[in-house]
């Protein structure tokens, strides 16, 4: 399953929402009924860190800013309030089929 | 605490082996799947393979399948990657990362693998 995520870059002000969309070739939803849809956060140096799993449930200790959406092939992260701490790159990933990757989203400061 | 620390990286010629090996503490890791994800440098996340926690299902990305090998030792609460004809292209962080239930929720730091003549 390719993962295309758009924008490949997005500049944000602090403060403001953001908002990346994940793009997978074919339907996420499982034969168990689940949808295997991650987001994941990575920082410079630093190995990622899960956000959300099964495309809307927040991972232990992630703030409430951070929410996820979406079903079949179309799904969306967003960040209600940017802080400067949530610059560096989002990536989407599935598990419903093997495991795949999207290719990042760089999030910046304008 | 959960604790995944890789061991193994290192500089490697082309045609080579090496074999990486990730030390986890802080839970019961025969309870836990296990995956192994690489970062070319500057580029994306790449999985590479995943064990079951028994260590009985193993599957393997296509860009490794035939060169790499997954195990575990529940035992000594060890998780490894054997690899084999090592090409540049397999020049990368390798990170170790826990998963349940399709939740890849815990990751090492990482050791760097880098294959050069």
């Known amino acids: 399953i390719v993962m295309t995520q758009a924008p490949l870059s997005s500049p944000v002000t602090l403060g403001q929402p953001a908002s990346i969309s994940c793009r997978s070739s074919?339907?996420?939803?499982?034969?168990?009924?689940?949808?295997?849809l991650s987001w994941f956060h990575q920082r410079p140096g630093q190995p990622p860190r899960l956000l959300i799993y099964?495309?809307?449930n927040r991972f232990s200790g992630v703030p409430d800013r951070f929410s996820g959406s979406g079903a079949g092939t179309d799904f969306t992260l967003k960040i209600s309030r940017v802080e400067a701490q949530d610059v560096g790159i989002y990536y989407c990933?599935?598990?419903?089929?093997?495991?795949?990757f999207g290719q990042g989203t760089k999030l910046e400061i304008k | 605490e959960v604790q995944l620390v890789e061991s193994g990286g290192g500089l490697v010629q082309p045609g080579g082996s090496l074999r990486l090996s990730c030390a986890a503490s802080?839970?019961?890791?025969?309870?836990?799947?296990m995956n192994w994800v690489r970062q070319a440098p500057g580029k994306g996340l790449e999985w590479v393979g995943y064990i079951s926690s028994s260590g009985e299902t193993i599957s393997y990305a296509d860009s490794v399948k035939g060169r790499f090998t997954i195990s575990r030792d529940n035992a000594k609460n060890s998780l490894f990657l054997q690899m084999n004809s090592l090409t540049t292209d397999d020049t990368a962080i390798y990170y170790c990362?826990?998963?349940?239930?399709?939740?890849?929720?815990?990751w090492g730091q990482g050791t760097l693998v880098t294959v050069s003549s």
């Open positions: 099964k495309v809307s």
């Open positions: 074919q339907s996420l939803e499982h034969s168990d009924g689940y949808t295997y």
């Open positions: 990933m599935q598990e419903t089929q093997s495991y795949s």
């Open positions: 990362a826990r998963e349940i239930v399709r939740r890849l929720g815990y």
């Open positions: 802080g839970f019961t890791f025969s309870h836990y799947e």
